[in-house]
T-cell receptor
Framework: SQQGEEDPQALSIQEGENATMNCSYKTSINNLQWYRQNSGRGLVHLILIRSNEREKHSGRLRVTLDTSKKSSSLLITASRAADTASYFCAPRGDYKLSFGAGTTVTVRA | EAGVAQSPRYKIIEKRQSVAFWCNPI?????LYWYQQILGQGPKLLIQ????????DSQLPKDRFSAERLKGVDSTLKIQPAKLEDSAVYLC?????????????FGQGTRLTVV
């Protein structure tokens, strides 16, 4: 199965704190993508990290990839209320785009 | 650039009725995906098209679900007859190609309630 498994299932943090979530997968990949979904909306692409990259930044987001451990992490720094959402990883080795159950992040004011 | 368009946004039907959802992907995007997302779960891939051909429909309940993508552009997903467990958000997404090296763009989804 190419889909990733996100951990933890849920995360509650105070505004301004950092949030870290992890993704594990089982197959070889070309890249790994992270998506965000606000309540009741479609998914939005956040960041793509290629298999030959180890770390990537985009604004307040930092993604790491360890292909030897088949895992990735997403760090959101200085969280805001607008970061309240579900986050999904999508490891991509071929044409499929599959998702796990995601990590639900709640940012408290 | 216009995004992925889906309609309707909401639909309520009685069980055993039929329903159809429509998706218009971003212009030029060859790959189109349909997902079913039940409340509290991640999106489950139902069917993937590459142009007007089916690449993967292994998780599509073919006894009641059907999908088509005529002319390789817009697509419709149909459920007939609907069951209570079909209540979910149906998401459509598109990518420029099927190689997986690009991001996917999602529509806002159609929320289906079967009563």
């Amino acid at each position: 199965s190419q889909q990733g498994e996100e951990d933890p299932q849920a995360l509650s943090i105070q505004e301004g704190e950092n949030a870290t979530m992890n993704c594990s997968y089982k197959t070889s990949i070309n890249n790994l993508q992270w998506y965000r979904q606000n309540s009741g909306r479609g998914l939005v692409h956040l960041i793509l990290i290629r298999s030959n990259e180890r770390e990537k930044h985009s604004g307040r987001l930092r993604v790491t990839l360890d292909t030897s451990k088949k895992s990735s992490s997403l760090l959101i720094t200085a969280s805001r209320a607008a970061d309240t959402a579900s986050y999904f990883c999508a490891p991509r080795g071929d044409y499929k785009l599959s998702f796990g159950a995601g990590t639900t992040v709640t940012v408290r004011a | 650039e216009a995004g992925v368009a889906q309609s309707p946004r909401y639909k309520i039907i009685e069980k055993r009725q039929s329903v159809a959802f429509w998706c218009n992907p971003i212009s030029g995007h060859a790959t189109l995906y349909w997902y079913q997302q039940i409340l509290g779960q991640g999106p489950k891939l139902l069917i993937q098209f590459q142009n007007n051909g089916v690449v993967d429909d292994s998780q599509l309940p073919k006894d009641r679900f059907s999908a088509e993508r005529l002319k390789g552009v817009d697509s419709t997903l149909k459920i007939q007859p609907a069951k209570l467990e079909d209540s979910a958000v149906y998401l459509c997404a598109s990518t420029p190609a099927g190689t997986g090296n690009t991001e996917a763009f999602f529509g806002q989804g159609t929320r289906l309630t079967v009563v």
